[in-house]
């Protein structure tokens, strides 16, 4: 079975201060993941995904991630974050059938 | 703003009611999705609809009970539920039921059990 393992549980930054949210994962097919955002009182949206092709993957609001295979990594970058960016951030792999497997999330606080 | 659009925002029940969460997308979505989540936690897959066919429970209890009118409407039915069930129920929504479609969530419904 698929899982996924977010590093931090809670991340604070200062504003402008560039961030790195961890994720590694674990499966033995070809995996397809997701960093969704989930800001207060809100649903998940998603920020960013990486099906195929080149291992760096952008998304909104000026977010990246790198794919790397060897690691079984998926880590969700930013190098300027604002107040506006604090939030809950959840990666997730896809497995077959459709079924998401969340990780238990990241809470990114952005302080001024 | 999201394209899955959940009411109502806010429900407070008793134990004793019955009442109906509602989700409609009008993307073209063949499969729709109810997740649970609790507070601080990821959701929790509840229900999968393929085609307007139930495909997938992942063991839910059967005070909540699905239905998929046609292909932009879901519904998530309550009856005598628990105090454990207070929670933030989402729906979402892709293209298909295939692991390499994302899926679209909804703002959600906060359910509060008396």
């Known amino acids: 079975a698929q899982s996924v393992t977010q590093l931090d549980s809670q991340v604070p930054v200062f504003e402008e201060a560039p961030v790195e949210l961890r994720c590694n994962y674990s499966?033995?097919?070809?995996?397809?993941l997701f960093w969704y955002v989930q800001y207060p009182n809100q649903g998940l949206q998603l920020l960013l995904k990486?099906?195929?092709?080149?291992?760096l993957v952008k998304g909104i609001n000026g977010f990246e991630a790198e794919f790397n295979k060897s690691q079984t990594s998926f880590h969700l970058r930013k190098p300027s974050v604002h107040i506006s960016d604090t939030a809950e951030y959840f990666c997730a792999v896809s497995e077959r059938g459709g079924k998401l497997i969340f990780g238990q999330g990241t809470e990114l606080s952005v302080k001024p | 703003d999201t394209e899955v659009t959940q009411t109502p925002k806010h429900l407070v029940m008793g134990m004793t009611n019955k009442k109906s969460l509602k989700c409609e997308q009008h993307m073209g979505h063949r499969a729709m999705y109810w997740y649970k989540q609790k507070a601080k936690k990821p959701p929790e897959l509840m229900f999968v609809?393929?085609?307007?066919?139930?495909?997938i429970n992942e063991s839910v209890p059967s005070r909540f009970s699905p239905e998929c009118p046609n292909s932009s409407l879901l519904n998530l039915h309550l009856h005598a539920l628990q105090p454990e069930d207070s929670a933030l129920y989402l729906c979402?929504?892709?293209?298909?039921?295939?692991?390499?479609?994302?899926?679209?969530f909804g703002d959600g419904t906060r359910l509060s059990i008396l």
């Open positions: 609809y393929s085609y307007e066919k139930l495909s």
């Open positions: 990486y099906l195929s092709g080149s291992t």
């Open positions: 979402a929504s892709s293209q298909e039921l295939s692991s390499n479609q994302p899926q679209h």
């Open positions: 499966s033995s097919v070809s995996v397809y």
